[in-house]
Nanobody, 122 residues
Framework: QAQLVESGGGLVQAGGSLRLSCVVS????????VGWFRQAPGKEREYVAS????????DYADSMGSRFTISLDNAKNAVYLEMSSLESEDTAVYYC???????????????WGQGTQVTVSS
């Protein structure tokens, strides 16, 4: 049974940085894409970034610009999201996600983490 466990969320000042971690277990990693979504109050859950386990080629939502970086560590079965130049609009619950498709789609994500709160103070 697959499990995705996020950590690293918290409170950060605007302009600061934060690194989220998603530890993945129970998956045939070579067949999956793992990434991140976020959801702020009153907004729909939106795609942030993803990475294919085998190719390690990342993909980012256009809205993220160059502020977010996704990476993975095969030895630790972990996917990371490094966020910089954070702004108040980045405040959201960030969810780790995994699916067999190359690109993650919200409605078709196979596995979700429980989410980790990121709050950016203004």
């Amino acid at each position: 049974q697959a499990q995705l466990v996020e950590s690293g969320g918290g409170l950060v000042q605007a302009g600061g940085s934060l690194r989220l971690s998603c530890v993945v277990s129970g998956l045939p990693f070579s067949a999956y894409t793992v990434g991140w979504f976020r959801q702020a109050p009153g907004k729909e859950r939106e795609y942030v970034a993803s990475i294919r386990w085998i190719s390690q080629i990342p993909d980012y939502a256009d809205s993220m610009g160059s502020r977010f970086t996704i990476s993975l560590d095969n030895a630790k079965n972990a996917v990371y999201l490094e966020m910089s130049s954070l702004e108040s609009e980045d405040t959201a619950v960030y969810y780790c996600a995994a699916d067999r498709k190359i690109l993650l789609q919200y409605a078709r994500v196979e596995y979700w983490g429980q989410g980790t709160q990121v709050t950016v103070s203004s």
